[in-house]
Every structure is written in structure tokens, then in C-alpha cells.
């Protein structure tokens, strides 16, 4: 099982710039989330789905979004990069229980710096 | 605002040793608890998932607890090896319905030989 893919592992980008990161996970689950992680800061949510077609604001969503056409994707986009988004950005995606959630499961990361 | 916040931050044990890393959440409103596990420049690894109705799992030699009134968990790792070397983040979902999870920033853990 590929699990959750996530493209392109790295990327460098100037200010003003556009960009998409891709979120791909073949366990067929119904919630997928957008976190970055930097140093000191920890790991901090940006966006999150519940369901294809369903896009909902994390803890800082602002300089984003996003769009889940396909239950098994879930896009990120930069619109218009600044310095301060670079990070590295963690996708990842879980089972609904209804009353709670699975495991979470982890991609491997997009390093993206903007200069 | 939910805030979780692990002690230490970082932790540098003899191989061999029984060691127990700790969370703590300021919101007893959960509905689970997972603890996960960070190689440098990798993702996230889910290591044990709590629901808020269970007290404790057990994985080989991981073993987690919950004690939601008190807002804390452990995670105990028996006889670490130098594999156990690694970032442990927790992370709590809260009954809010917007089934996201808060993050604790992490202990850093070294096993040495």
C-alpha cells in the first residue's frame, strides 16, 4: 500500500510566486488534513476535509487553500508565496468512526522554501 | 483553546533503560489520544491510539495510558534500544466536532549504546 503520497518532496519558490502541493491516499478515508511543522512552533493545522467536496480553516489557513474534488486528494495551494510560508507541510488523512477518528495516517512531507 | 505540552524535551537514556514520557492537556473534552512517532526528515508515525472510553494500549514494548480527568498520558518504552532514538509527539482530538487533533511539540529521545 502506497498509503498517503504527497508531491513534490521538495520545492523552492520566490516571493509572489504560485504553487500546489498534492495530497493522494488510497485507504479510502474520509477525512483528510494540511498541517506545517516548524521549529519551535510544532505542528499546526491549516486545513482540513471531512468529505469530498467539504473544505474547512485550521489554526492558520490565511496564504492558503484548498480544494478535495476526489475523496483521495486533497490539494494545497499558495496563491501568492511569501518567506514566511516556508516549512515543511505534512498531509494526512483518517477513518471517521462518527463518534471519532482512527489512526492517523502520515505522508512523508513537502520541504518548501521561499525565497 | 486546547494546549498540550510534553516534558520533557528532550531525553538521553542508556540502552536498556525503562523510560516514561509525558503529555498533559489543559481540556479533559476528548474523544482519543494517539502518540506518534518522527525520524528526522520524515513523517509521522502513529504509534498507539486511545479512545477516551479506554485507559490504556499496549503495543510490544510501548505502552500508553489515559487519564482524561487529570488531563495527562504517559507513554512508557521498555528496554530502549538505540532504534528507539526518534521525535514522540501526542496528540489529543477533542469533542468538538471538528475532528482535528492539537499537538504537543515533541520529546526528543536519544538512546545511546
Known amino acids: 500500500n502506497a498509503g498517503v503520497t504527497q508531491t513534490p518532496k521538495f520545492r523552492v519558490l520566490k516571493t509572489g510566486q504560485s504553487m500546489t502541493l498534492l495530497c493522494a491516499q488510497d485507504m479510502n478515508h474520509e477525512y483528510m488534513y494540511w498541517y506545517r511543522q516548524d521549529p519551535g512552533m510544532g505542528l499546526r493545522l491549516i486545513h482540513y476535509s471531512v468529505g469530498e467536496g467539504t473544505t474547512a480553516k485550521g489554526e492558520v489557513p490565511d496564504g492558503y487553500n484548498v480544494s478535495r474534488l476526489k475523496k483521495q486528494n486533497f490539494l494545497l495551494g499558495l496563491e501568492s508565496a511569501a518567506p514566511s510560508q516556508t516549512s515543511v507541510y505534512f498531509c494526512?488523512?483518517?477513518?471517521?468512526?462518527?463518534?471519532?477518528?482512527?489512526?492517523?495516517?502520515f505522508g512523508e512531507g513537502s520541504r518548501l522554501t521561499v525565497l | 483553546k486546547q494546549e498540550v505540552t510534553q516534558i520533557p524535551a528532550a531525553l538521553s537514556v542508556p540502552e536498556g533503560e525503562n523510560l516514561v514520557l509525558n503529555c498533559s492537556f489543559t481540556?479533559?473534552?476528548?474523544?482519543?489520544l494517539q502518540w506518534f512517532r518522527q525520524d528526522p526528515g520524515k513523517g509521522l508515525t502513529s504509534l498507539l491510539l486511545?479512545?477516551?472510553?479506554?485507559r490504556e494500549q499496549t503495543s510490544g514494548r510501548l505502552n500508553a495510558s489515559l487519564d482524561k480527568s487529570s488531563g495527562r498520558s504517559t507513554l512508557y518504552i521498555a528496554a530502549s534500544q538505540p532504534g528507539d532514538s526518534a521525535t514522540y509527539l501526542c496528540?489529543?482530538?477533542?469533542?468538538?466536532?471538528?475532528?482535528?487533533?492539537?499537538f504537543g511539540k515533541g520529546t526528543m529521545l536519544l538512546v545511546s549504546p
Open positions: 494526512a488523512s483518517t477513518i471517521s468512526f462518527g463518534f471519532s477518528t482512527g489512526e492517523l495516517f
Open positions: 481540556d479533559s473534552a476528548i474523544y482519543n
Open positions: 486511545i479512545q477516551s472510553s479506554q
Open positions: 496528540a489529543v482530538g477533542m469533542n468538538s466536532g471538528y475532528s482535528t487533533l492539537t
